[in-house]
């Protein structure tokens, strides 16, 4: 089992719309959570950071972790063109220089 | 720009042909740390640094790579006699550690190697 799950994808949705992206992990050792975003051929971008269970809300962006699920989701409102990218999630507590990465889910919002 | 950079963005070489990327972290980050993603996949841990110490390595990094960082300042990483399955985006991050969990990684817009 990988530590981390994440679906792949695509998701293709109308602007405007509310985007779901999720993972789940099996370490309950994590305590740190992350989301990048990649654009295409790019590096990725630190997104959102959270620490614990909880939701933390940056403009259009909303992080939610779960620990007692293992699930952690990224909520995008009134998404954008620009929003077009692939999201990884990411997770850090076991070891401080390890981060377990997510695949990465592959987004494009349609004008 | 201060964040991280990488060089080149770009690289085509043949079959057995050494290659060397180069990192330039964000100035005031002690921390260093080398990725590599292929398509459709997340990063995999390769090495890291702290200052110019390099402190872990993961098993995905066989005798034919190696990865410097003189003085605490950039690093190189260098693939000796690359093969085909060296083709993959090569990323660098650089953090500002304290020796706790939870670190912010911050990445470049990476380097992608294509061997022929």
């Known amino acids: 089992q990988k530590e981390v799950e994440q679906d792949p994808g695509p998701l293709s949705v109308p602007e405007g719309a509310i985007v779901s992206l999720n993972c789940t992990y099996s370490n309950s050792a994590f305590q740190y959570f992350m989301w990048y975003r990649q654009y295409s051929r790019k590096g990725p971008e630190l997104l959102m950071y959270?620490?614990?269970?909880g939701n933390k809300e940056d403009g259009r962006f909303t992080a939610q972790v779960d620990k007692s699920s293992k699930y952690i989701s990224l909520f995008i409102r009134d998404s954008q063109p620009s929003d077009s990218a692939t999201y990884l999630c990411?997770?850090?507590?076991?070891?401080?220089?390890?981060?377990?990465f997510g695949t990465g889910t592959s987004l494009t919002v349609i004008p | 720009d201060t964040g991280v950079s990488q060089n080149p963005r770009h690289k085509i070489t043949k079959r057995g042909q050494n290659v060397t990327f180069r990192c330039d972290p964000i100035?005031?980050?002690?921390?260093l740390y080398w990725y590599r993603q292929t398509l459709g996949q997340g990063p995999e841990f390769l090495t890291y640094f702290q200052n110019e110490a390099q402190l872990e390595k993961s098993r995905l990094l066989s005798d034919r790579f190696s990865a410097e960082r003189p003085k605490g300042s950039f690093s190189t990483l260098e693939i000796q006699r690359t093969e085909q399955g060296d083709s993959a985006m090569y990323l660098c991050?650089?953090?500002?550690?304290?020796?706790?969990?939870?670190?912010?990684?911050?990445f470049g817009s990476g380097t992608q190697l294509s061997v022929l």
């Open positions: 990411a997770m850090n507590g076991e070891v401080w220089y390890q981060f377990y």
């Open positions: 991050a650089s953090s500002l550690g304290t020796g706790d969990l939870g670190e912010k990684l911050f």
């Open positions: 100035s005031e980050h002690n921390r």
């Open positions: 959270t620490y614990s269970s």
